[in-house]
């Protein structure tokens, strides 16, 4: 069975959604999946996906190929993930105590 992580199409006409799934090569687009990976919103502005990597990683290791937009979105979503660990929120400085008292 040749498997695929690719798109599959949901939302109203004109207000597309999409959920990244991974599904047999041979079912229709919006068919039986095996997956659901993650969600991607092209309507939305800056970060527009979740994706659950260490699972997309699983499936790569046992032969499963992206589809073209799946990969860019692989991509984006990496590169985010390996920059927000540097974004880490400045320290919280504590009250001085009531030391003199």
Sequence with gaps: MAVS??????GALN????KVVVADSRSPRDGKFIEILG????KKTGHNST???DRIDYWISKGAQPSDTVRSLIKKNR????S???????PVAEEPAAAAE
């Design 84 to 90: 927000a660990p540097a974004e880490a929120p400045a």
């Design 39 to 42: 969600t991607y919103d092209p």
């Design 15 to 18: 207000r597309p959604y999409y």
């Design 5 to 10: 992580i690719r798109l599959r199409r949901e």
């Design 51 to 53: 994706l659950k990597l």
């Design 79 to 82: 590169k985010q993930s390996a």
